[in-house]
C-alpha cells in the first residue's frame, strides 16, 4: 500500500474515531507508515483538555 | 364536547404530575473506587445477541431499553432532565460494582473523558480478579454492542479504547441514585 493510500485510510479511520482536528493535520503532514501509528497512538495516550 | 374537555384536563394533569415528579429527582454519585497498578484502558466488548436466556433481566432489559448507536455501541436514553447529559451505554462489570441490572454509573477516564453506562451484564466471577472488579486483559468495562454495526477498526484491535469518546484508563467509577428532593 502506498503512503497516499494508507494516510487516506488513516485519516479516515480518525474521523470516524472522533480524533481530534489536530491529529487529522498531523496525519496529512506524515513521512512515513511509522510517523502514522505514532500520531494515532500518541492522540489515544494524550489528556483531552474539555 | 364536555367529554373533549374532561379528556383535555386529564392530559394537562398527567403532563404536569409527570413534570413534577421528575423535577423532583436528582441524581447523587458515590465513587466505588477502581483498581490501581494497572493500566485499564483496554474496553472489550460483548454482542448483545450473546445473551440468550430470553426470562433473564440481562435479556429483558437489553430488548426493552437497548438500541444500536451509528458506531454500534448498544445505548439507552439518558435522563436529560436530570443532568445526565448524555445517553448510557450498555455495559458489564465485575460484582464489585453491584449486580442489579439497570444500575446507572458515571465513568470517568484518566484522559478527561466522562461516559455514562447502565449495567445490562454481569462479569462472572469466575472470569474477574479477586476483588471481582476487571477481568483478564485488566477491563474494567466490557461494552455491549451489535456486532454487525460495529466500527470494522474497533472491531480490529479488539478494544473500544481507540473510539476516542471512550479513550482512556478508568479513574473513577461512580453510582448514579436519583433521590426525591
Known amino acids: ?27 496529512k503532514k506524515a513521512k512515513n507508515d511509522f510517523d502514522i501509528s505514532r500520531i494515532l497512538i500518541d492522540a489515544r495516550n494524550k489528556g483531552v483538555t474539555v | 364536547m364536555k367529554h373533549s374537555i374532561k379528556l383535555l384536563f386529564i392530559t394537562i394533569a398527567l403532563i404536569f404530575a409527570t413534570a413534577t415528579s421528575a423535577s423532583a429527582l436528582t ?12 493500566n485499564t484502558s483496554f474496553k472489550t466488548y460483548m454482542d448483545y445477541r450473546c445473551v440468550t436466556n430470553t426470562s433473564s433481566p ?3 432489559y437489553i430488548h426493552k431499553w437497548g438500541w444500536s448507536d451509528h458506531q454500534g455501541f448498544m445505548r439507552a436514553n439518558g435522563e436529560r432532565d436530570l443532568g445526565i447529559t448524555d445517553d448510557y451505554y450498555l ?53 455491549i454492542v451489535d456486532t454487525n454495526r460495529l466500527n470494522r477498526s474497533v472491531m480490529r484491535m479488539g478494544s473500544a479504547n481507540v473510539y476516542m469518546p471512550l479513550n482512556g484508563s478508568i479513574a473513577k467509577v461512580e453510582r448514579i441514585n436519583f433521590i426525591e428532593r
Request: charged share 20%.
Open chain 2, 27 to 38: 441524581a447523587t454519585y458515590t465513587d466505588l473506587g477502581v483498581p490501581t497498578g494497572i
Open chain 1, 1 to 27: 500500500m502506498s503512503l497516499n493510500t494508507e494516510k487516506k485510510y488513516a485519516i479516515k479511520v480518525a474521523k470516524e474515531l472522533h480524533y481530534p482536528k489536530d491529529v487529522i493535520e498531523k496525519l
Open chain 2, 58 to 60: 440481562q435479556y429483558r
Open chain 2, 91 to 143: 455495559i458489564a462489570l465485575g460484582s464489585y460494582y453491584g449486580t442489579t441490572i439497570g444500575t446507572k454509573y458515571r465513568i470517568t477516564t484518566d484522559t478527561g473523558r466522562i461516559f455514562y453506562g447502565v449495567l445490562a451484564d454481569c462479569k462472572a466471577d469466575i472470569h474477574t480478579n479477586w476483588t471481582n472488579q476487571y477481568s483478564f486483559h485488566n477491563d474494567v468495562v466490557e461494552f
